[in-house]
């Protein structure tokens, strides 16, 4: 709908000279070819394409390059830039605030981000929301450099916009009780996504005008931060006798299901890569969980923190840098005091940080007792729990395996390069383990 809504604009825009960028990753533009057949491009407008590339990541330059020309040779109220399907908003808003020439960036100028617009069709949501091809598969002529899936794309693209349009209500189900649903569900995917996004409802794309132009709503750094995993461990009230962690936001009013799984003792590598091999996570159906972000430890490499990240049914385990209580007293007094303090604060008993805390946030009838039961069945025993606490961390893994070939096959272990690399503060490296749906 995103090009049906630059039609419906450009028809609406009244005595406003508006510009227009498309981008396209194919060497062909069909969206500037469809806009230009209509014959909305009057000859006092201007319409740039960008094909074969993304103003993402390839082509930012360009973006940055017609944006002046925009300014400086047409002197237009406003610019459209309609980019790709699959570019990440993200990318294309960090153009804006990229040093090009003299030091000075788009916005120093006076080239603002009014808004940042995600449209939705209606009809579609929860096909992105569980489809596992990897997004430059829908277009085999794309250049894109993107890896992720559709249904991570499509999360990344709801969490970044200020303002998202739910298209295509003509398409809603003609019963009622099936159409409350729908709306319902799709309200509380986004309040759980992206709970500060302004939401528009929309047939057609046909949106007011005052809508769309001089509501000086985008602002990068809040946008940065309006995932709704982010929000809710800044704002939930943390009770640290539990292993999980209750949440209260303003996203508690769309009785959205939240929580933070969280638990001080390390998990069994064999056990937690069979619980995500499983459908459980796989199945979008069973498991209601739209997003999970966080990070975990493992009993065989107890000083590294694991990073978890999942959106609809694909999910990424990677390795991050190690925990700050693996850290030796002179690396840790590198950190500036105030930094001490704050990290102190996940501080608990002889293991420091060390500790499990993923978000999870999905549905509203997201199974939370069934998710933290089998995160605990992954969790090492209470046997061998008592053992190793009586142990140096370092004798854990030969103690649990003592077979040299058994650790090294272990799930999600790490060869000597893999740790030297890891061992820093600031050194981290991405080792995909587990890609769900692939």
Not at 279 to 306: A, M, T
Not at 353 to 364: A, S
Request: hydrophobic residues 35%; charged residues 25%; negative net charge.
């Amino acid at each position: 709908g995103k090009t049906t809504l630059l039609t419906h604009i450009l028809t609406n825009k009244q005595d406003r000279k508006v510009g227009v960028i498309v981008n396209d990753m194919a060497t062909l533009n069909i969206d500037a070819s469809l806009i230009k057949n209509s014959q909305l491009i009057q000859e006092e407008e201007k319409m740039i394409q960008l094909e074969n590339g993304c103003v993402c990541c390839t082509l930012r330059e360009d973006l940055y390059k017609s944006l002046l020309k925009f300014k400086n040779e047409y002197n237009f109220d406003h610019v459209i830039v309609e980019s790709t399907g699959i570019s990440e908003p993200i990318n294309v808003a960090e153009t804006f605030y990229i040093d090009y020439e003299e030091g000075k960036n788009l916005v120093d100028i006076g080239i603002t981000i009014d808004q940042c617009i995600t449209v939705l069709d209606i009809s579609q949501v929860f096909d992105h929301l569980t489809n596992d091809m990897l997004a430059v598969e829908t277009d085999k002529t794309s250049t894109s450099p993107y890896e992720g899936t559709l249904a991570a794309l499509f999360i990344d693209q709801i969490e970044f916009a200020n303002t998202i349009i739910i298209n295509k209500l003509d398409l809603l189900p003609k019963d009622e009780n099936a159409k409350k649903t729908l709306r319902s569900e799709i309200y509380s995917m986004i309040a759980t996504l992206n709970p500060q996004a302004n939401v528009i409802e929309a047939q057609y794309s046909k949106v007011p005008m005052d809508k769309i132009f001089n509501v000086d709503t985008f602002n990068l750094g809040q946008a940065q931060t309006y995932a709704g995993w982010l929000k809710i461990l800044v704002d939930g009230k943390l009770d640290r006798t539990q292993e999980k962690l209750y949440l209260k936001s303003e996203i508690d009013e769309y009785n959205v299901g939240s929580f933070i799984y969280r638990a001080r003792r390390p998990f069994d590598p064999t056990r937690l890569d069979e619980l995500i091999s499983d459908d459980f996570f796989d199945n979008f159906e069973v498991s209601r969980i739209v997003r999970s972000k966080g990070f975990f430890w493992l009993v065989h490499f107890p000083n590294h923190s694991y990073h978890w990240e999942q959106a609809g049914i694909s999910l990424n385990i990677t390795v991050d840098s190690v925990f700050y209580a693996a850290l030796s007293d002179e690396e840790f007094q590198q950190i500036p005091e105030e930094g001490q303090i704050n990290i102190k604060k996940d501080f608990e008993g002889v293991y420091g940080d060390r500790r499990q805390e993923i978000v999870f946030i999905g549905m509203q009838d997201m199974n939370e007792k069934d998710i933290t039961q089998k995160l605990n069945a992954c969790l090492v025993s209470d046997e061998q729990w008592e053992k190793l606490q009586k142990l140096p961390i370092e004798k854990w893994a030969s103690t649990l395996y003592p077979n040299d070939q058994e650790r090294e096959d272990l799930p999600f272990s790490m060869d000597d390069e893999a740790m030297e690399m890891t061992a820093g503060i600031d050194d981290e490296i991405e080792v995909i383990h587990q890609t769900m749906g692939d």
